[in-house]
C-alpha cells in the first residue's frame, strides 16, 4: 500500500469552456489510488480563485467525501496522523 504517501486534495474545480465545474473524475481517480486514509484537504487559497471561488472548492470537496462517507476523515483526521498531531 501506500503507508508513507498522503495526498493533499486541493485542485478541484475545472474550467470547461465559459463554466467552472467540480473535477469529480480526479477525485475518483485519487480515491482509487489512495482511498479514504490517504487523501486530506488542502484549499490553495488564493490560488483556488483563478477558477472559482473558495466556497465553490470547499463545496466540491465537501459534497464529494461526504457522498463517500468520510467527510471527517478528509477533512480532519488524516491530517492529524499525515503531520502526527496529538493535540
Not at 484537504?41 to 483556488?48: F, I, L
Request: aromatic letters at 12%.
Amino acid at each position: 500500500g501506500l503507508k508513507s504517501v498522503w495526498v493533499k486534495v486541493s485542485n478541484v474545480l475545472r474550467r470547461r469552456g465559459s463554466e467552472v465545474v467540480g473535477d469529480v473524475e480526479g477525485l475518483d481517480v485519487l480515491w482509487e489510488i489512495c482511498g479514504a486514509r490517504r487523501l486530506m484537504y488542502g484549499s490553495n487559497w488564493p490560488v483556488s480563485e483563478k477558477v472559482g471561488p473558495y466556497g465553490d472548492v470547499l463545496r466540491v470537496a465537501r459534497d464529494y467525501f461526504t457522498r463517500k462517507g468520510v467527510e471527517e476523515l478528509f477533512f480532519r483526521e488524516n491530517a492529524r496522523a499525515a503531520y502526527r498531531y496529538r493535540g
